[in-house]
């Protein structure tokens, strides 16, 4: 990071501290940074804005309150990206209001990409076709973004998971706060399958109920669709539809049960001129605008390193829980130690560290 950015970063920090986002975005465009922002004279400040917008800027940035904000997400293992960074999403930066910064951890991948959005209280065969969809595209080079909820979320982020594909989780809170608690494992997994977690808020912001459809637009912008599955007509769901309609992108739903309140909003989205979304085919022509490249195979996996996924093992146990007798048992390990795929620690057994249970 050169040090003329890491003022423009600083600055851009202290300015979201001090303004609400839209005032924030009129002095951008007025000034072109943060900095000359906040260098601006007086007199021209008062003279281009209202005076309780020129008198905050003209009082200065706090740059010990935003460098003790970077020096927190340094630490939380974020990384701080402006819109006009090369990783930052490309997508965001023509949306109508995209984030002044946004914080991330983990791998941004390239690709097509799919919001997938729903109730949080969906039945369970809701959840189970979503996570299948969300499967199907990712094993074809989707990326599948949503907000990590309970529901819908969830299961969007599973599927793109058993896919072997990634997925990007938009959180309404900082990024080392991420909610809803029951999820942290799920998150987890998020990141060690070189997905991301990504945020406009700072590190240490607990979620606010404002926040969220402020975080939904987030989600429609970086994808080129929305699917929508299960709103009622109230719900926050809706906020990502009505995002991706001002973003320009096409809103695709899940018809329901017309007499099932839970899905209440999503049928009047459909009335309203969504597309709708009946089978696997049906989103894969819409994402990809065919039916998709085939999804890679995956690589078999070995009984046995599969067995020693979640650590070492016993050698002896091994073999009866396999149902190995002692001299296949033995060749396999030999093999397997030679590969370099496995070592030995006295009578036990482990994966070498990084190893997988692949072949």
Known sequence: ??????????????????????????????????????????????????????????QGADWGAAGRELERALRGEMRCLLPEDAEFPPALRRIPDPPLLLYVRGSLPP?????????????????????????????RGVVVVSGLAYGVDAAAHLGALDGGGRTLAVLASG???????????????????????????????????????ERNRLISG????????????????????????EQGREVLVVPGPVETPGCRGSNELLRDGATPVLEEADLRYAV??????????????????AALGNGPRDADELGRELRLAPAELSARLLEMELAGRIERRGSRVALVPGGSATL
Request: glycine letters at 6%; zero cysteines.
């Open 175 to 213: 990024l080392d706060r991420p909610s809803p608690r029951g999820n942290r494992r799920l998150a987890e997994r998020i990141l060690d399958q070189a997905g991301a977690w990504l945020s406009e808020q700072p590190p240490g912001q607990a979620s606010l109920p404002h926040q969220f459809p």
């Open 288 to 305: 990809l605008g065919k039916a998709g490249p085939e999804p890679a195979p995956r690589p078999p996996a070995d009984p046995l390193l």
């Open 1 to 58: 990071m050169s040090s003329e950015h890491e003022r423009e970063l600083l600055a851009r920090i202290a300015l979201r501290q001090s303004l609400p986002r839209p005032a924030a975005r009129r002095l951008l465009e007025a000034f072109g940074s943060a900095r000359r922002a906040f260098a601006a004279p007086a007199s021209e400040l008062r003279a281009r804005f209202a005076p309780a917008l020129a008198q905050r800027i003209g």
């Open 111 to 139: 690709g097509p990409a799919l919001a997938i959005v729903g109730s949080r209280k969906a039945s369970e065969r809701t959840r189970e076709r979503t996570r299948r969809w969300a499967a199907d595209l990712a094993a």
């Open 222 to 245: 970086l994808a080129q669709a929305s699917l929508i599955v299960e709103a009622r007509v109230a719900s926050g769901t809706l906020w990502t539809a009505r995002h991706a309609l």
